[in-house]
């Protein structure tokens, strides 16, 4: 999505927010990379036994606010293992220290920093920080998606039937199995399904066209807000319900062609409700 229209303030907060949100991703992405622990272990469940928070989950979260608070004091923020400031500036950033904490728990290498600085309710800039694949994604609003500086784009849309689509499940046992059959019955629809373990890199995923699609029910900002600007601007539509944004309910993102059947196709099967 580009704008024609320019304004120099705008373009001005936007390459500042760019600038802060690549620094804090990439200090905690270091810190997290170099700093595992070898015997790291759950700290804290939340809604589940199986939703879990490491020492290192709430250690890159102080270090990203605490970036934040020392540079841009009167902004608001959220993160996903509770930050919350309410700010003066209009600016909120959206962040997950480790989205995909149980990959990272076990070393598996698909997890990543996802900061994103919203304005206005609109999603101005989203970083994406994935260190174990070298991979660093972003986005500014209306100026296009790149990945490790190189531009980002989807995948053409293919025929329903050959779209490889990626998902993810909760943590609730109720929501999995309901979200396992929604699964039983796409499945046979599509070429094949991929679980990666972090929402912020799927989104991606279909952003660099190495996912035709991804849905998933259940998700919060922090896993979504960055990753959903980034796929949008590298071509992808995102939406929940059919004419609904992208939400807690339902996140879907393909590229046109491919969004509006799977997103009808997720609406027969209610893929939106538990
Ligand atoms: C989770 C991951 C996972 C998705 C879950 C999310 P977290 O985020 O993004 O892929 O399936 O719904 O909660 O807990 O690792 O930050």
């Known amino acids: 999505m580009r704008s024609d229209v320019t304004d120099p303030v ?36 939340k809604s589940s036994a199986v939703d879990v928070v490491t020492e290192m989950d709430i250690a890159s979260e102080k270090l990203i606010t605490g970036l934040i608070a020392d540079r841009r004091p009167d902004d608001g923020v959220i993160g996903e293992e509770g930050a919350s400031v309410e700010g003066t500036s209009g600016v909120q950033w959206v962040i997950d220290p480790i989205d995909g904490t149980v990959n990272y728990l076990y070393g598996l290498p698909s997890w990543a920093v996802s900061i994103a600085a919203r304005k206005d309710g609109e999603t101005l800039v989203g970083v ?24 980002a784009r989807v995948r053409p849309a293919p025929a329903f039937g050959l779209a490889l ?17 929604v699964l039983r019955r796409l499945v046979p629809e599509v070429r094949d399904i991929r679980r990666g373990g972090s929402a912020a890199i799927d989104l991606c995923d279909v952003a660099t066209g ?3 699609a991804y849905y998933e029910r259940g998700l919060n900002p922090w896993d979504y807000a960055a990753g959903d600007l980034i796929a949008r601007e590298a071509g992808a539509l995102t939406g929940g319900r059919p004419g609904e944004p992208l939400s807690t309910e339902l996140t879907v993102a393909a590229p046109p062609g491919l969004f509006e059947p799977l997103q009808a196709r997720l609406e027969d099967l209610g893929a939106w409700h538990d």
């Open 10 to 45: 705008n373009d001005q907060l936007k390459a500042e927010l760019l600038e802060l949100a690549l620094e804090a991703a990439h200090r905690a992405g270091d810190f997290l990379r170099d700093g595992r622990p070898a015997d790291l272990g759950v700290a804290a469940t």
């Open 165 to 181: 689509v990626g998902t993810g499940f909760g943590y609730l046992a109720e929501r999995r199995a309901r979200q396992a059959e």
């Open 210 to 212: 190495r996912l035709d």
């Open 128 to 151: 994406v920080h994935a260190p174990l694949r070298g991979e660093t994604y972003r986005a500014v609003l209306g100026e296009g998606a790149q990945v490790n500086g190189h531009p």
